[in-house]
C-alpha cells in the first residue's frame, strides 16, 4: 500500500537524483569529453554526430526541469528516448556497467526510474507554473 503521507517526498527524492545525474552527465560531455569529442564518440559508435547536440540539452536541460520539479512527468517522458538509445548502445558491452565499454545495466536502470518518476508525478517542492483555467495545486 502507498502511504500518500511519503510518496510525495519518494517522488521528490526520485526526481532530485534523476535530475542531478542527467545534469552531471551533460556537464560531464561539456565540460570533459568536450562537445566536439561527444560528436566524435557518437560517431565511432555508429549513432550520427549531429545526435549529441539534443542528447546534451536533453541531459542538461532535462536535469535542470527535473531539479526544479517543473513538468518533471512530461520531462521525464522526453528523455526516454535518449536512455533507451544508451542502453541499446551499452546492450553489446554486457550486463554491468563495469565491464570494457560499459555494460546496459545502469542506463536500464536509468530508464526504469524515468518511467517510475513519469508515474509518480512532480512529488514535494515542485515549482508550478500556473496553467490557463487551472487552479494551482501543492502535492505536499
Partial sequence: M???????????????????????????????FTVPGTVQFFESVGYPGLLAYPVILGEIGGGILLLLGLYARW??????????????QHAGSGWLFSAPGGGWEFPAFWTLALVVQALLGDGAHALRLPVPGRAVRSAA
Fill in 2 to 32: 502507498i502511504d500518500p503521507r511519503t510518496a510525495p517526498y519518494a517522488a521528490l527524492l526520485l526526481r532530485l537524483g534523476l535530475g542531478a545525474m542527467l545534469l552531471a552527465h551533460g556537464l560531464l560531455k561539456v565540460f570533459v
Fill in 75 to 88: 520531462v521525464a517522458l522526453a528523455l526516454l528516448p535518449l536512455l533507451v538509445g544508451a542502453t541499446l
